[in-house]
């Protein structure tokens, strides 16, 4: 059963920085495709991010340039690395996984982690 929790979002004003982690558990985590998420206030949530069991990371052109992802197998976490931050960044982000690439494009999953919430205002 995947288990995944997400960490590191906070408060920073326009322009600044976070890393955001997920730690994902009960998985073989070469096998699965990782996505991360957000969901802004009063909207639904949407997928910013994928990196593929290939090591193909793919960005939502929202965050292309700003946002990079990257992985330690060793710890099993993808991370995401979030630069020049704008208050349209505010939400709560989520990671989840899946081994059909598919099932992460369009957010197939049974269940979501609480993921962590980050906000961006001066």
């Known amino acids: 059963q995947v288990h995944l929790v997400e960490s590191g979002g906070g408060l920073v004003p326009p322009g600044g920085s976070l890393n955001l982690s997920c730690v994902a558990s009960?998985?073989?985590?070469?096998?699965?495709?990782m996505g991360w998420f957000r969901q802004a206030p009063g909207k639904q949530r949407e997928l910013i991010a994928v990196?593929?069991?290939?090591?193909?990371?793919t960005l939502a052109d929202s965050v292309k340039g700003r946002f990079t992802v990257s992985s330690d197998y060793a710890k099993t976490t993808v991370y995401l690395r979030m630069d020049n931050l704008k208050s349209e960044d505010t939400g709560v982000y989520f990671c989840?996984?899946?081994?059909?690439?598919?099932?992460?494009?369009?957010?197939?999953?049974?269940?979501w982690g609480q993921g962590t919430q980050v906000t961006v205002s001066s």
């Open positions: 990196r593929s069991t290939r090591g193909i990371i």
């Open positions: 989840n996984a899946a081994e059909p690439l598919a099932k992460v494009m369009t957010a197939d999953f049974p269940s």
């Open positions: 009960g998985i073989t985590f070469k096998t699965y495709n």
